[in-house]
């Protein structure tokens, strides 16, 4: 028998409208937007109003005379212009959260996929020689999140960290060194990651000043294309420079990631642009070779082109997105590659994707492309978020600092060790906060909210697990996993329907990739937790066995519900 609730009130819902109108079509259950109408509510009679030439009402209740009105179903009705409201049998919800609780607690009723298909998810991507910044930060935690919720449900998931690792950057800065600082050559690896900064800037400056060395700087691409050995060996410590920076980052998000490049695409950049050529997409526009997609137009009108190769034969980031899609179908032979970036990159997306289908890399039929765009990290004061020009530690430093606010709030609480909570609460913090506003929209960094104890917040829900904790020590008595779930008080059955709803919730997420239905989730987990313990006694009421399963529950989808989103718990706080 299925658990998943709102996939078999859809079935039974289906059921009904087919005996009742012949008809197939989609039907949408959803969550009741208010507790008091019920738990899930069906807005179908609506939209098929026009189609079936009958008013919603009309509509409602011949389905739900065709309606089969058992289990999980306790009670229906038909409200406002036509909503048909469903009441849950809450002795099918006891029944359910015993299972889970003895025989599922692994997975916590949510259903894993049977395919285990490869999902790659490309995430952070940084620059080499440039500064990490919070927009990477961003990239980082959602990221992450996406690729945690996935492997959770069971996945075969790549994790790419798609770092800036190729281009006439390099040039530049190759060329700035060989030719400014020749004796640096040999101890390359003694170069710090902000001396690494300043020779970057003061290559640019170089490069948009001097033509000689401009000339010079592009003469150096093709030898590090031709893998010049000097070259090579330049490159290659620049970029451990950079690496080792990047890296403590990861370290302190505890996110683990593959490093892949944008120069692993370089061998089949020429190919590409080959095949690209040999399928007739390819226009030449002033000598650079350019793809013109329908529907993609400036400002002004004109026709946008997606450049693939420039006139000095010199390859675009459109060159090695499209080449990604190449080998990432290809070779990974994943059936869905999530991309994860800020907002500005959008169209580029959206242009490589549709020159990826003409170039036949992708088969819509059988692979899913999602770019993941997310707004600004703004700072408190609502402006763009500033990194003082050099300081490249300063997404380091952005979160050790939310380590000394959460130290400086965990002073004197029950913690076991001060260091290790702080930093739990500290990162989950900013993680939570980042994760909980909707991606697409700009998001203002501030310590003071995201470190408070109600609300939205990671303490919040943090505290609600660590509540649980302490009830269960003060019970002291192991969890009988033979006792049954029984859902008396509306609190109680309340709290028990929530839980259920995990599975949807992260079938959602999966679909729509915005983590925040999941931190919305967790917090009226944490609400509907609060609102029972206040409301029904654990500890030496009748069902003492009963609630501390339930509690046992409700820990352990928090616990994972956090897991997901890349935050740890703690025990006590
Ligand atoms: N390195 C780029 C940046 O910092 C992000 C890369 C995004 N991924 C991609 N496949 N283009 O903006």
Known sequence: MSRDLRLLLQERFQKAFHKAFTIENEI???????ENFGDYQCTTPMKLAASLGLA???IASKVVENLELTTPIKKIDIAGPGFINIHVDSDWISDTLTYIAKDDLENLGVTKTKTKERIICEFSSPNIAKEMHVGHLRSTIIGDAIANLLEFLGFDVLRLNHVGDFGT???????YIKHFHPEKLDNLSEI?????????KKAKLEFDTSPSFKKEAQEEVPKLQAHEPLSVKVWQEICKISRRSFEAIYKLLNVKI???GESFYSPYLPLVVKECENKGLVTLDGEAKCIFLEGFINSEGNPLPLIIQKKDGGYNYATTDLAGFFYRTKEDKARRIIVVTDMGQSLHFQMVYQAALLAGYVNPEKVRFDHVPFGLVLAP???KFKTRAGETEKLTDLLEEAIIEAKALLEGRDVENLDEAATVLGIGAVKYADLSCNRIKDYTFSYERMLKFDGNTAAFILYAYVRIQSIKRKVNRLVNKEAKILLHHPTEISLGLHLLRFNEVLWTFYDDLLPHKLTDYLYHLAEKFHAFFRDCRVEGSSDEESRLLLLDLTAAVIKRGLDILGIKTLERM
């Open 381 to 383: 004061n609502k402006k």
């Open 258 to 260: 593959l490093e892949r």
């Open 28 to 34: 949408e259950i959803s969550a009741s937007t208010k």
């Open 169 to 175: 950057q390099f040039g530049m800065l190759i060329g």
């Open 192 to 200: 710090s990651l902000e001396e690494l900064m300043q020779i970057y």
């Open 56 to 58: 919603p009402r009309a």
